[in-house]
């Protein structure tokens, strides 16, 4: 109690009266001093060291607790000492954002990964883009604030995202793809949409919606379906559709000639002599001469027909180009290459009577007229391969053996002509077995065009792909004899069994 003491200033010997702790400090009485005679301040100190005093004392005998609103205090101002203390001692911890991570838009929350915090004391990790960074598939910047377009699997500015057939930028709701590329759908159209090669126009979609169109086989020309019944014409030669824009030339027999045809068309029978010495030469290469002279005529379709109805024999097609014939008759040839007049009609035709006298098997080789040189040709092959056949004594041959192998004669001439560069390449090495003689070469010099090739392709695939049982079941069994066993030995079993060796 030495610290009262102190407090007291000495006053020792006076006797105080203790107070009580019921709730509140209430002050105790003495006859021996007043309290006035005190400072305010020495009042304070006095009464808080009573207090102390008496709450030792009655916590020593097991009595009540000193005064909890003073504790409430006192622990309220040691609270606030030992925060000052702290804050003293060390700054406090703040949230800073990992750096460099751009800001993310129109993201769904649950792909955003979340925020990551570090101390302020501590230096931030490396930062790498999350997964889900937005950058433009057209220019590949960020694609930052703003209105941007999600489609074909990416993001884009709206004017990044264009076109790739005009390059403008595409904002219609719809689009159309090709190649992974988009489209106008007005651009897809002009681009992909298919045209008529006739009519030039855009082919019209049917009543389930879906274009239909007709293509040739060979050439793939696309046109309309209507244009199979609205009396477009076609080449008699090449069999392509005349478009709008181009005019054919009609022949006096109103078959229609492309100006491709024509260029190489031959017109009258002494044109065609030339390409009959070629056909000559060529069978002289396979071992295969024929001795006599067959006269060669060129006819209008008219003539061929009205010849056609006196011949006897031989197996012909329901639209015939060629004939070999074997009885005596009177056929009107053309003497004279016609003009082309206005209308790219053909003018001043000049024809004139040839008698035919029989003096062998054939009494002549009739082909029409105004065919290109190639296709001309490969009728000329096949009607002198029934020559052959007759002037050499095969006999009551089967129509798919006949027809078959003139067939092949014309195939090889084409080969020779177009796909192998010479005149007999395939056909000598086809008559390899039988032959030891050089093949000759074709007098038609020069390289031919490309419509020449494709041409020359053209009437091939016609023969490979003929669907009948006479011209083209034939000429596939004749060609695969003539492919295993040679020319010769092929010719050689049919003249012995009339059939083809297999």
């Known amino acids: 109690m030495s610290w009262l003491n102190k407090i007291f200033k000495g006053s020792v010997n006076n006797r105080v009266s203790r107070g009580h702790y019921d709730g509140d400090w209430h002050e105790g009485h003495s006859s021996d001093y007043n309290r006035d005679t005190y400072g305010d301040s020495d009042n304070e100190d006095i009464d808080r060291a009573i207090a102390l005093s008496l709450a030792e004392e009655d916590q020593d005998k097991g009595k009540a607790p000193i005064d909890t609103h003073y504790d409430l205090e006192e622990d309220e ?17 703040q949230s800073v954002p990992v750096e460099n991570v751009p800001p993310r838009w129109n993201v769904p929350i649950e792909d955003v990964p979340p925020r990551q915090y570090v101390p302020a004391k501590e230096p931030p990790p490396q930062a790498y883009p999350a997964s889900g960074f937005r950058t433009c598939a057209g220019c590949h910047n960020p694609i930052g604030h703003g209105r941007f377009l999600s489609c074909m699997g990416s993001v884009w500015h709206p004017q990044c995202f264009r076109c790739f057939g005009c390059n403008k930028p595409i904002s219609e709701y ?13 651009c897809y159209k002009e681009f992909f949409h298919p045209k008529c090669d006739v009519c030039d126009n855009f082919i019209p979609t049917n009543r389930d919606g879906l274009i239909e169109y007709r293509a040739h086989p060979f050439w793939m020309q696309k046109y309309c379906p209507s244009h199979e019944d609205d009396g477009t014409p076609r080449c008699c030669s090449c069999e392509r559709m005349e478009p709008r824009e181009i005019k054919y030339i009609t022949l006096d027999d109103g078959r229609k000639l492309c100006l491709e045809c024509l260029n190489s068309s031959v017109m009258d029978t002494p044109e065609c002599q030339h390409l009959y010495m070629d056909i000559q030469e060529f069978f ?84 029409l ?76 010099k020069g390289a031919k065009t490309e419509f020449e090739k494709k041409l020359g392709a053209f009437i091939k695939n016609q023969i490979e792909t003929d669907p009948s049982e006479a011209y083209g079941a034939g000429f596939r069994a004749g060609y695969l004899a003539v492919e295993r066993y040679g020319l010769r030995r092929t010719l050689d079993h049919i003249k012995l069994t009339g059939s083809f060796p297999y």
């Open 77 to 93: 101002q040691l609270a606030r000492a030992l925060q000052e203390s702290l804050n003293a001692e060390s700054p406090p911890r």
């Open 174 to 186: 719809e689009f159309a793809m090709h190649d992974d590329q988009p489209y106008h759908r007005s």
């Open 284 to 367: 002289e290469g396979l071992n295969m001469k024929v001795e006599q002279q067959i006269p060669l005529l060129l006819v209008e379709k008219q003539a061929l027909n009205e010849a056609l109805e006196v011949e006897k024999n031989g197996h012909h097609l329901p639209e015939t180009r060629g004939l070999c014939l074997s009885e005596e008759q009177i056929v009107r040839t053309i003497l004279k290459r016609p003009q082309i007049g206005p209308g790219n009609r053909i003018l001043d035709m000049i024809t004139g009577p040839y008698k035919l006298s029989r003096r062998c098997e054939v009494t002549a080789i009739l082909i």
């Open 369 to 444: 007229y105004g065919l290109p040189r190639l296709q001309t040709g490969s009728i000329l092959a096949h009607e002198m391969m029934h020559a052959y056949l007759r002037l050499k004594g095969f006999r009551n041959l089967s129509i798919e053996i006949e027809e078959g192998i003139c067939q092949v004669l014309s195939h090889l001439w084409l080969e020779s002509e177009i796909i192998a560069g010479s005149s007999s390449n395939v056909a000598s090495s086809s008559a390899a077995s039988s032959s030891s003689s050089s093949a000759p070469t074709s007098s038609k």
